[in-house]
Structures are given as structure tokens and as C-alpha cells.
């Protein structure tokens, strides 16, 4: 009986407070001055981006950042397309518990871009995305920019 008190009274709340102290992840976060609704952008321009990679978890832990970019617009029949433009693996970081690093990285939006029918301004999203290679988690931020998508642009 004793030892069933025991039991339930220091082992029990140990393990559920190490469970819920582990809940923690990698985290990324992206800001750009050009991601701004009054900034009009075209292909070729190139973009600023400022990335930020924590590990909030309690062991240090490989972090692989990646970056893709997709592009939409609004075909001649009023319908919504997406194409997918560029998906690379940008770096690698080794980030002790409780390290932060801040990239800087410029991008260009692709020249070899048709203008859509009609031509129009477009929204193109550049993505983020953290995982963890050692505690399994991940993140994504993402910005959206404006580009105008018009015939000889």
C-alpha cells in the first residue's frame, strides 16, 4: 500500500512534468523590407530576406532550413492557379538548446516568368520551413510579394 502512495504521489508527477517539458520545437521566422502591399516587384528583382532559426528544445539538433516559392495569379477563365517555382535546401545548422541564429540571404525572382493571361500583378509566396533532424520537429513562416506580370516587363 505504501508503496502505491509512492508511486502515486512523486513518480506519477515527475513523468507528466517531463512530458509536457518536452513540448518544445525548432522554430524559423522571415521578414523582408519588400514584402510590403505598396512594393510592386519584377522578374529578376531581387529580394532581402532575414531568417531566423531557434531550437527551443532541451538537446542540441541538426536543423535543415529550406525555401521554396510559388507564384499565383488568376487564369482568363476567373480560376485561381499556383505554380511551384523554385524548392532548394538553403543551409544546414547545428543550434545548441536554446540557440538562435539570424541569416541574412538575398533571393532573385525568376527572369524566364511569362505574364499570365491577362497580364496582371501577382502574388509571389517565398516559404520557409525548419525541421529538426534529431527531435523530429519543424516550422514554416512565409511571406507574401507583388509582381508585375506584364507583357515585355
Do not use: H
Not at 521578414?31 to 510590403?36: E, F, K, M, N, V
Not at 529580394?47 to 532550413?65: C, G, K, S
Not at 502574388?123 to 520551413?129: L, P
Amino acid at each position: 500500500m505504501a508503496g502505491k502512495i509512492i508511486y502515486l504521489a512523486i513518480i506519477c508527477p515527475a513523468l507528466l512534468l517531463m512530458w509536457t517539458g518536452t513540448s518544445k520545437a525548432v522554430t524559423i521566422n522571415m521578414s523582408s523590407p519588400q514584402a510590403d502591399p505598396n512594393i510592386v516587384l519584377k522578374p529578376g528583382d531581387t529580394v532581402e530576406l532575414t531568417i531566423t532559426a531557434a531550437n527551443e528544445t532541451r538537446q542540441r539538433d541538426i536543423v535543415v532550413i529550406s525555401l521554396s516559392m510559388t507564384m499565383t495569379y488568376t487564369d482568363q477563365n476567373g480560376q485561381q492557379r499556383t505554380i511551384n517555382l523554385v524548392r532548394a535546401e538553403r543551409m544546414r545548422l547545428i543550434l545548441a538548446s536554446g540557440q538562435t541564429v539570424i541569416r541574412a540571404i538575398e533571393t532573385t525572382l525568376p527572369e524566364w516568368l511569362e505574364a499570365p493571361v491577362p497580364p496582371q500583378i501577382v502574388k509571389v509566396t517565398i516559404e520557409a520551413s525548419a525541421k529538426g533532424l534529431k527531435t523530429d520537429t519543424q516550422s514554416s513562416d512565409s511571406l507574401d510579394f507583388l509582381v508585375a506580370m506584364f507583357w515585355g516587363t
